[in-house]
């Protein structure tokens, strides 16, 4: 039975919902340079090139074809049922976990619909796209709205409360991350130090160098709600693995 739990989420959780992972076949890097979009200096040199690349992923997720699936919505169930403490993490900017259900939970790498005043800080719920007429309304003069999003090179939102609820959990879940991007690639290692146990949900089977302990391979829509129906039932991470690798 656990009880503090940590779950990360990466953009693979959103793939069966429409949202284009970064780094798989068709992923949004094959077609962008990280450095023109995902950087401030990319943002200095061609703002309206940034906004452009922010804009047409906004416009996506109105979109009715885009919904949340039945592991974001097995995660917020988690959060509403689950007895212990429970931090959700994620590293996507979309809103699905939201849509789903969930309500509390560490946008680590900032948030699609929202804009941010480059000199207070304040955030701001978009209303409509980024360009020069998209300003703030808390300075004088207002100040041209930059995508809330954390760029290579910037600090992730969160990180002491992260870092306590990795230091203090017991279970420690990873959905649909390739594990590439420090700091959320390095939380597992926290994890495992300070003795709970950890268990990676891909679509890819692992690499030999993975330092989880355990593995379920196959889409998140459809081990996510099992894996989260076994933990509500005190079913620990041993028995829950077998019973998962058994109905694959
Ligand atoms: P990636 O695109 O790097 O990895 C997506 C992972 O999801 C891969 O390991 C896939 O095998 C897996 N996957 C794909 N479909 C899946 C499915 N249906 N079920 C389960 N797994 C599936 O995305 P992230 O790891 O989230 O940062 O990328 C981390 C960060 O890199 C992003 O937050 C973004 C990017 O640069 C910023 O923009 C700051």
């Not at 989420?9 to 962008?32: N, P, V």
């Not at 300075?139 to 995508?147: D, G, S």
């Not at 910037?154 to 420690?172: V, Y």
Request: aromatic letters at 8%; charged letters at 25%; proline letters at 5%.
């Amino acid at each position: 039975m656990y009880r503090h739990i940590v779950v990360l989420t990466g953009a693979g959780i959103s793939a069966e919902s429409g949202i284009r992972t970064f780094r798989d076949q068709d992923g949004l890097w094959e077609e962008h340079h990280i450095e023109d979009v995902a950087t401030p200096e990319g943002y200095e040199r061609d703002p309206e090139l940034v906004e452009r690349f922010y804009n047409l992923r906004w416009e996506q997720l109105k979109s009715t074809d885009v919904k949340a699936n039945p592991a974001h919505e097995a995660l917020a169930q988690l959060e509403a049922e689950f007895d212990g403490d429970f931090l959700l993490v994620t590293q996507n900017v979309d809103d699905l976990h939201e849509r789903g259900g969930s309500q509390r939970l560490i946008h680590m790498h900032g948030e699609l619909n929202k804009g941010r005043c480059p000199r207070s800080r304040q955030t701001f719920l978009l209303r409509e796209p980024f360009g020069p007429d998209n300003v703030c309304t808390c300075c004088i003069p207002p100040q041209r709205l930059r995508p809330h999003i954390v760029w290579f090179g910037e600090m992730p939102f969160g990180m002491d409360r992260i870092h306590d609820a990795l230091e203090r959990c017991d279970l420690f879940i990873a959905i649909g991350t390739s594990g590439t991007v420090y700091p959320a690639a390095g939380f597992v290692d926290i994890a495992n130090h300070h003795g709970a146990q950890t268990v990676e949900v891909n679509l890819a089977a692992p690499d030999r160098h993975s330092q989880f302990q355990w593995h379920l391979t196959g889409k998140a829509g459809d081990i996510v709600p099992r894996l989260v129906k076994a933990v509500l039932q005190g079913k620990s991470l041993c028995s829950l693995a077998d019973v998962l690798q058994e109905t694959d």
